[in-house]
């Protein structure tokens, strides 16, 4: 369980710097009114971009593992606090000045992961049955759905819905991973998990990007870290029967309470490019 612990928390540095190359990438790409899929295709002609996305993968490779022994909402609540790592490399390498305020989220944060780490009990990967998946998946297309409505939107309730939309689809991979018995390929292409991880990776992909490109970046991580935590934890809890080690229940939950509070005061590091625009306004700094 130790591995597994430190799997997620590879994740969460992986995903972490990988968002930092990545936000660079979307700011400096022109893209088309609402969401606009082809923004994807323009933004791995980036090499900001495609290095984002290999640590992303290799991230996603550490998150996997770490599913296959950690309940939900161990695993999700370490994987947003990316944010905090993305607010102390800014603060070191960037030169952006962190308040007070959000020192003490940072400080938060490692205090609800330790909590967490004390808390979580050993888990195997969930076994449901085939209408689950299927309903799961049908879950995953309707998120689909919601988010290229939602890219008609105006102002901050785009950035927040969007934002809540990619979050949603990041919390569906993490379901389907969840679920995932078997790793074989053949029984991969047979699991309608895996096109829930597949499709619900991608479209969330899609909707973050376009979301951090025309919106509030507060706004849209905010909403996106409610619901790649909150989502998947009830889901594991309810439906997967994850839960903590005998007794630790009350510190798993101030644990989980803890950091996702401390990275929702870290939210506006969701797209450090912005940071880095107001500490040093120079186009080289940008590059």
Excluded: K
């Excluded at 082809?38 to 993968?57: H, N, S």
């Excluded at 085939?130 to 901050?156: I, P, S």
């Amino acid at each position: 369980m130790v591995w597994s612990l430190l799997g997620a928390i590879a994740a969460a540095i992986c995903f972490g710097t990988g968002s930092v190359l990545q936000a660079l990438a979307a700011r400096t790409t022109p893209t088309g009114a609402g969401v606009d899929p082809r923004l994807l295709v323009r933004l791995i002609r980036r090499l900001p971009f495609v290095l984002g996305t290999a640590l992303d993968l290799l991230g996603f490779v550490a998150e996997l593992a770490a599913l296959r022994s950690l309940p939900l909402f161990v695993v999700q609540a370490v994987v947003a606090a990316n944010l905090a790592v993305t607010a102390v490399v800014a603060a070191r390498v960037l030169h952006i000045r962190l308040s007070a305020r959000e020192w003490i989220a940072v400080a938060a944060v490692c205090a609800g992961l330790a909590l967490l780490g004390l808390a979580a009990g050993h888990e195997n990967p969930a076994s449901v049955s085939l209408t689950f998946r299927l309903a799961l998946l049908g879950c995953a297309a309707a998120m689909a759905v919601a988010g290229l409505a939602a890219g008609r939107l105006h102002g901050e309730t785009r950035s927040a819905v969007l934002g809540f939309v990619a979050g949603l689809g990041f919390g569906f991979v993490a379901i389907g991973a969840r679920v995932l018995v078997s790793l074989s390929p053949l029984d991969l292409l047979s699991d309608p998990a895996t096109y829930v991880v597949a499709g619900g990776g991608l479209s969330a992909f899609l909707f973050f990007a376009t979301a951090l490109q025309r919106g509030s970046v507060t706004t849209t991580t905010a909403a996106m870290v409610v619901a790649e935590t909150v989502v998947p934890a009830l889901v594991g809890v309810f439906l997967l029967g994850d839960g903590t080690r005998h007794g630790y229940a009350l510190s798993a939950v101030l644990g989980f309470l803890l950091a996702v509070a401390g990275t929702l005061a870290l939210a506006r590091f969701g797209e450090p490019a912005a940071e880095t625009a107001e500490a040093a306004p120079t186009p080289t700094s940008l590059r």
